[in-house]
């Protein structure tokens, strides 16, 4: 297991590398350009500027989160082949500085949905909130305000250039199936493959959040276990992968996050780990990362990274926001921090049982 941590880039994150430096265990930072609109090639003078921030922390940058797609490839629209060129040329040019793992995700216009960024729990802290009866009420728009202005750093997935045009991609999507979403999702690694071969990258797409269709009318397609044994067959290369976020799946009570780990180990290339709390009228919230506070066992998910002595990587995912800490929704320090020493905690403890054998 390589143990990472999310930072969204110097002036861009409430979280430094000498704070990240200061968690035990921790040996990558996960980065992105936030700032580069989907579509365009990432400047190799940039890249290697956040590679030399790292290397000065001792931290490698194996993993990308993310390399947008542009919603032309989703959509399959003829301008498609243009903006995957330029995907390809950014797969080499981040091939140069030893990334590893892209991960990426295929859904329309919104990366994932909460209808509440700050909802305060039973201990004084907040968390994501997804509220099922809001979200059937609540216009586009009127989510969009709620998300952007809550933040005065970027929120990944919910880019200015994204969003501009709203009402036209939405409308555009109308016409989109789930399986013109697969199909498409199939041209486009078919078309990246080669390169992420070239430079032994994994692609690996991150589950819809939440994991369900019919949010404003949009196809969602990396939803549960069956859902996800279908887009590895789409390209069945090594290079096509999984990130595993299990509170991105298991906010449907009905995916057996432990299950699906074990089922799609071998493709696995990145972890999310994360806890949810999950109501009966099918609200949730996200939670610490430890198990008896959510509706996810997270110890058996670790126990399933352990005993097939996973060699990728694994991050803390969204944590709760603490001790009045004034950062990104989902992604303060403290929290996060909390719940790499709980998922180490699990760790240690397989490793010496399995020492007293």
Known sequence: MNMTFRWYGKGNDSVTLADIKQIPGVDGVVWALHDMPAGEVWPMERIQEVKEQADEHGFNIDVVESVNIHESIKMGTPERDKYIENYIETINRL??????V???NF???FDWVRT???HELEDGSTALFFNKEAIETISPQALVELVTSKSEYTVAGWEPERLKELNTVLDAYKN???DDLFDNLKYFLTAIGPACAANDIKMAIHPDDPPWGGIFGLPRIVTNKENLKRLIELVDEPFNGLTLCTGSLGSNPDNDVVDIIKTYM???YFGHVRNVRIYDNGNFVETSHRTQDGSLDIQG???AYHDADFQYYIRPDHGRHLWNEDCRPGYGLYDRALGIMYMYGIWDTLNRKEGDK
């Open 266 to 268: 071998d493709r696995i």
């Open 102 to 104: 892209i991960c990426y």
């Open 95 to 100: 091939g140069k500085v030893g990334v590893k």
């Open 301 to 303: 998910v670790m126990k």
């Open 116 to 118: 509440e960024l700050f």
């Open 176 to 178: 989109v199936t789930e």
């Open 107 to 109: 859904m329309p216009v």
